[in-house]
């Protein structure tokens, strides 16, 4: 059954000259039928690359926005219309423009995670891969303001010294691990190198020994001679860590000890079914109206400049 469904998927998808993007955080069997897996800003770049008809992205809405600013020609759908992301919502447009406007002078970076009406206030938008580069490069005394999530801005401001004004956003898969709780996992793991992303609270990043977006934990990993890791991310990093190191061992930093698992309910509502429904049916599409396209598409391309200048992307 499974078998047939993943065969059904890759007829359609060649048929109907469609490119699959996914993101990491999906379930095994969706990373292993896309054309390509990666993190925010590598799938930003495919869905810039891509010459084929329709773009189905695996991830979250406004990973799909993204994909359809990037490409307003093409057909952008996403298996399930409800996967969302907190970290997007915790930001809402009108309230984060009366945020803004209490803030002359600062030009806004907003990380990828927000939806499309929020990248129109923004001036450049950053994905977890170039934050800190992204931030570096702007002069010293440029008055920023960073949004939505409070735990990425405060680590960059802990690294580069800024003082960025920080919106309260955050994600609750990683903002719920505790400083308490990784503590005790690091005594019942002592000899386990901890590797972290950004978007865990300032408690447990202290507590980091790496702290990288997604395709810098799969890089560290790579190229680090350690053999035990303690992971505090989502989930679904495993497959790639597992499949690229498989002599190395992986254990998740999570909040909840009954429970072995970091998943983020909105990526886990994809399924393989949802997969082959949304090819079948070229559901559900992303629409977006023009002019949001327009003026949420000049902070991405920023970005895409600003990473290939500094050579974080080709
Ligand atoms: P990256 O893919 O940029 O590492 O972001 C992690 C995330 O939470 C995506 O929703
Ligand atoms: Fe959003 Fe967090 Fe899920 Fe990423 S892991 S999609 S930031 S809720």
Do not use: W
Request: with cysteine.
């Amino acid at each position: 059954m499974a078998a047939d469904i993943k065969e059904k998927i890759l007829q359609l998808k060649k048929q109907k000259d469609v490119v699959i993007l996914g993101h990491y955080y999906q379930i095994p069997e969706i990373q292993d039928i896309s054309d390509y897996v990666g993190d925010s800003l590598a799938l930003a770049q495919k869905a810039v690359e891509t010459d084929k008809s329709i773009i189905l992205f695996c991830g979250v809405h406004f990973m799909g926005e993204t994909a359809k600013i990037l490409n307003p020609k093409k057909k952008v759908i996403i298996p399930d219309l409800n996967a969302g992301c907190s970290l997007a919502d915790s930001c809402q447009y009108e309230e984060f423009k009366q945020f803004k406007a209490q803030y002359p002078n600062h030009i806004v970076i907003s990380y990828v995670n927000c939806s499309a009406k929020i990248k129109t206030l923004s001036d450049i938008i950053c994905t977890s891969g170039n934050a800190l580069q992204i931030v570096n490069s702007l002069p010293k005394n440029q008055k920023i303001i960073f949004a939505p999530d409070k735990n990425l801005g405060g680590y960059i401001n802990r690294m580069t010294g800024r003082n960025m004004v920080l919106y309260h956003g955050s994600c609750e898969v990683h903002d719920l691990l505790t400083a308490e709780y990784t503590l005790k996992m690091k005594q019942q793991y002592p000899n386990y190198v901890m590797i972290a992303h950004p978007e865990c609270n300032d408690a447990v990043l202290q507590l980091a020994d790496y702290v990288g977006s997604t395709q810098g934990m799969i890089k560290f990993v790579k190229e680090s001679k350690e053999k035990n890791f303690l992971v505090a991310t989502e989930n679904g990093i495993l497959h790639k860590l597992q499949n690229d190191n498989p002599d190395k061992n992986f254990v998740v930093v999570t909040q909840n000890p009954s429970c072995a698992c970091n998943d983020c309910r909105h990526m886990k509502l994809n399924t393989m079914e949802k997969v082959l429904a949304s090819l079948e049916e070229e559901k559900y599409e992303i629409n977006l109206d023009e002019q949001i396209i327009a003026d949420a598409r000049k902070p991405i391309e920023k970005m895409l400049e600003i990473s290939k200048k500094l050579g974080i992307i080709k």
